[in-house]
């Protein structure tokens, strides 16, 4: 996580478990469904979750709705796997 992410800044790390999301039942599309009424809202979401035997209550202040990572090409780098998937001659 980068250091100036919302989930850093709530103290969140690699590995903690969300059990609950506005004290209802962690479930995908409910932290989907979360996420997209922040952006909208001013208030942060509470999350419930899991860190090894500790259960703790994080507010996390995040309002850019969903996002998914991609990858882009450097165009300042040769497009290797342009040749990896080439056909063969």
Same mark, same amino acid.
């Given at each position: 996580?980068?250091?100036?992410?919302?989930?850093?800044?709530?103290?969140? #790390?690699?590995?903690?478990?969300?059990?609950?999301?506005?004290? $209802?039942?962690?479930?995908?599309?409910?932290?989907? %469904?979360?996420?997209?009424?922040?952006?909208? #809202?001013?208030?942060?979401? #509470? *999350?419930? $979750?899991? %860190?090894?035997?500790?259960?703790?209550? $994080?507010?996390?202040?995040?309002?850019?709705?969903?996002?998914?990572?991609?990858? %882009?090409?450097?165009? +300042?780098?040769?497009? *290797?796997? +342009?040749?990896?998937?080439?056909?063969?001659?």
């Amino acid at each position: 996580m980068r250091g100036n992410s919302p989930a850093f800044k709530a103290g969140l #790390s690699p590995g903690t478990q969300i059990i609950a999301v506005n004290d $209802v039942a962690f479930d995908p599309d409910r932290l989907k %469904e979360v996420i997209r009424a922040a952006q909208h #809202s001013t208030a942060a979401m #509470s *999350l419930i $979750v899991r %860190e090894g035997d500790r259960f703790r209550t $994080v507010e996390l202040d995040y309002h850019g709705g969903l996002r998914y990572p991609h990858l %882009e090409r450097d165009p +300042d780098r040769p497009a *290797l796997l +342009d040749a990896i998937l080439a056909p063969k001659k």
